[in-house]
């Protein structure tokens, strides 16, 4: 009986596939290309600060509920819901929006510059609903064997919705906004699936509605990280072991069985299945070297953005700034169309900014302050040269010092800095795409990589690249999509 499993990358995906495998009686092993686990969800401490580096808050907490639930487990690590979600500020303005869930109290902020918003939001939100229960379970949250079969799906799709196919997300957002705050703020939520407003699907206002109505934003006690030490702490439980420091280079394979992996070492790894949780486009075309997967036709996709991360320790409480902020500037269209292409964009960025010691004393020492700062930026394959770093991160620091009326340069103890070529380098993304493929219409469902492959029958892949998408919560679906693939060859080779 097929039941020994190797998973190939500690990520997300691949701690909780191990966890519904080795539940269900798999006996799984983990090998992981870094020291430790995690993934992009991971954590840095440097001179007595934590840092969390990657994503620094969560949605759509039911589906870690329910995984837990699949896995009979309690949830191995506690959230708290963040209520404001996030906080705005223009560069052109003093003042700053609070993104308060309950729509009266976030309307009275609007009432000088959009005087109806509450309705209008209320109305907007409801379109998002619609979107969002239309969707989700049907199209979201299944297999496909194939474009034909994708397409079947999309057609029990509610066919009112089919005009937001034609639309982007700013435009939808038009539809109900009129003032330049109202829309830009409203839009942020295209730059979380790693694009901009400008070339997101207006099907993604679904997000809108997860945002202040479904559910909402999480934080973790303690940092992001300890989803990751739960999960591990329950893998260990069940006798699951992660190899650190072992890359997989190459393969062998007889048919349409792959046979074992090789690492940087030489050492082989066999397993009956053998699941990819590495960027499932860049696997097959740096280890199974696949041609329609090579440099040159993945360079030809669309990417998310390339992200630019700053992590700092500073030597003062700030109390002027908030758990999760949005720093713009004075030019948000013209800044979206040539932030992914144009270096030159740099110099006058928008950024986001955590400070994780606001709500985790513990991440920094007393009296101090750990800050986590993103600043979308073109990948590799526009913007290779980055001996310029330094002065760009200058540039936010400056800009953000203005922003909050205090200097900070002087108090920082602490300066870790990731562009995208550490991205590249440290997590095999293509180009340093922070997100992975983008969602274009042409790179979702049926058209993503497939959580199965293409040759080996016994090779299945989860994770941001392939289906559904990139985020936390569709990692979580990505591996109840993956276990079920798993599931099913069992059964079929063991009749």
Same mark, same amino acid.
């Given at each position: 009986m097929a039941k020994n499993v190797l998973i190939v990358g500690a990520g997300l995906? &691949? %701690? +909780?596939?191990?966890? !519904? %495998?080795? /539940? /269900?009686g798999y006996k799984v092993e983990i090998i992981e290309k870094n020291c430790n686990a995690g993934g992009r969800l991971n954590q840095l401490k440097k001179d007595g600060f934590t840092f969390d580096t990657g994503p620094s808050f969560f949605s759509m907490s039911y589906e870690f509920t329910e995984f837990a639930k699949d896995c009979n487990i309690e949830l191995p690590f506690r959230y708290y819901e963040l209520d404001p979600l996030y906080s705005v500020n223009f560069s052109r303005s003093p003042k700053t929006y609070y993104l308060y869930k309950n729509i009266a109290k976030l309307a009275e902020q609007f009432k000088d510059t959009e005087p109806d918003f509450e309705e209008k939001m209320k109305r907007y939100l409801a379109k998002s609903g619609q979107l969002f229960h239309d969707t989700v379970d049907i199209v979201i949250k299944s297999n496909y064997d194939s474009v034909f079969h994708y397409l079947r799906t999309l057609m029990k799709v509610n066919p009112v919705h089919g005009m937001a196919l034609f639309r982007n997300f700013w435009q939808q957002v038009r539809r109900y906004f009129k003032s330049e705050d109202a829309v830009q703020i409203m839009s942020l939520v295209a730059f979380f699936l790693g694009r901009t407003p400008f070339d997101t699907s207006s099907v993604y206002t679904l997000l809108s509605y997860t945002e202040f109505i479904h559910d909402g934003y999480y934080n973790v006690e303690g940092g992001m990280y300890k989803i990751v030490e739960g999960l591990v702490e329950e893998l260990e439980k069940e006798n699951v072991t992660i190899t650190y420091n072992t890359e997989i280079k190459s393969y062998s394979a007889e048919g349409t069985r792959l046979e074992y992996l090789l690492d940087q070492n030489n050492r082989k790894w066999s397993a009956d299945i053998i699941v990819i949780n590495s960027d499932a486009a860049v696997f097959r075309g740096q280890v199974f070297r696949r041609p329609e997967f090579s440099v040159e036709k993945l360079d030809k996709k669309s990417w998310? #953005? &390339?992200p630019l991360t700053i992590y700092l320790g500073v030597d003062s409480k700030l109390s002027e700034v908030n758990h999760h902020n949005y720093y713009l500037g004075d030019n948000f269209k013209d800044y979206a169309d040539k932030v992914f292409k144009n270096p030159d964009s740099l110099q006058k960025p928008y =950024? =986001?900014?955590n400070l994780l010691s606001g709500q985790n004393p513990d991440c920094a020492p007393e009296g101090a302050e750990s800050l986590f700062f993103v600043c979308p930026v073109p990948d590799l394959r526009f913007k290779s040269d980055w001996s310029d770093r330094d002065e760009i991160v200058d540039s936010i620091i400056d800009d953000f010092s203005r922003r909050i009326g205090k200097d900070i340069k002087p108090l920082i103890v602490s300066r870790t800095v990731y562009t995208p070529v550490d991205w590249q380098n440290q997590f095999n993304l293509h180009r340093g795409s922070g997100l992975g493929l983008a969602h274009d219409m042409l790179q979702i469902g049926a058209f993503r990589p497939k959580n199965y492959d293409e040759v080996f029958k016994n $090779?299945? =892949? $989860?994770?941001?690249? +392939? *289906?559904? &998408?990139?985020? %936390?919560? #569709? $990692? *979580? *679906?990505?591996? /109840?999509?993956?276990? !079920? !693939? *798993? @599931? @099913?060859y069992t059964a079929k080779i063991n009749p």
């Open positions: 995906g &691949g %701690l +909780t596939t191990a966890l !519904r %495998l080795s /539940k /269900k998310t #953005m &390339g =950024y =986001y900014v $090779v299945f =892949y $989860v994770g941001a690249s +392939t *289906i559904p &998408g990139t985020g %936390l919560p #569709m $990692v *979580i *679906i990505s591996s /109840k999509l993956a276990f !079920r !693939r *798993i @599931e @099913e």
